[in-house]
């Protein structure tokens, strides 16, 4: 079975820090994918990034940044210099090529509020 | 393109009677996929597409849900004799097929919420 764990329900930063939210993931396949979405307050869930489990190579955009480490099953993503705009729920989401798709397991998402 | 739309945005109806919602996929995307969203959690699968075969349903479909996608293209989700339970948003997102092993990230449409009273 696999599962996505989101531990932090709710996080509150001032505008211009940086906020990491937590993404551990368990499943017994080698190959695997680890995603990233976020949700506006208007609902659409929006693609932000995907790894492979064999690309543990951090990333960054711009203010995002992602630290994917197989050995703690962690894919966390940072916000450098949060803003307003950054204010939704995010959401770390799982994926395994079952029987020719994609079986994809979300966590229960984090909350970043923003404060201006 | 014009990305994954869905219609209605929003439904309310009573309980006891048939809803269907409407999914119009990426068009060059084979891969169809129908989530529901509680308050609070994530997206939970629903039901697959490849092209026009509905190749997997989650144990959460019960038999008053049905998905179709006659021609590969849009797909419709129907629930019948609605329950206050079935209160969620539901999601449809589409994904390009996979190219040598990669699986590529889905994308999602806005949703249609349903309300049952």
């Known amino acids: 079975a696999q599962k996505v764990t989101q531990a932090q329900t709710e996080i509150s930063v001032v505008e211009k820090e940086d906020v990491t939210l937590d993404c551990v993931y368990e499943?017994?396949?080698?190959?695997?994918?680890l995603f990233w979405y976020k949700q506006p307050p208007s609902g659409e869930l929006v693609f932000l990034i995907r790894?492979?489990?064999?690309?543990?190579q951090n990333e960054i955009s711009g203010r995002y940044s992602w630290n994917f480490q197989k050995s703690t099953s962690s894919f966390n993503f940072t916000i450098t210099a949060s803003q307003v705009v950054d204010s939704a729920v995010y959401f770390c989401a799982l994926s395994l090529n079952s029987g020719g798709y994609q079986k994809v397991t979300f966590g229960t998402g984090t909350k970043l509020q923003v404060i201006p | 393109d014009t990305g994954v739309s869905q219609d209605p945005r929003h439904k309310i109806t009573k309980r006891g009677q048939n809803v269907t919602f409407r999914c119009d996929p990426i068009?060059?995307?084979?891969?169809l996929y129908w989530y529901r969203q509680t308050l609070g959690q994530g997206p939970e699968f629903l039901t697959y597409f490849q092209n026009e075969a509905q190749l997997e349903k989650s144990r959460l479909l019960s038999d008053r849900f049905s998905a179709e996608r006659p021609k590969g293209s849009f797909s419709t989700l129907e629930i019948q004799r609605t329950e206050q339970g079935d209160s969620a948003m539901y999601l449809c997102?589409?994904?390009?097929?996979?190219?040598?092993?990669?699986?590529?990230?889905?994308?999602f449409g806005p949703g249609t919420r349903l309300t049952v009273t």
């Open positions: 068009s060059e995307h084979n891969r």
């Open positions: 499943t017994r396949d080698t190959t695997y994918y």
């Open positions: 790894r492979n489990s064999f690309d543990e």
């Open positions: 997102a589409s994904s390009s097929p996979d190219r040598a092993g990669i699986l590529y990230e889905q994308y």
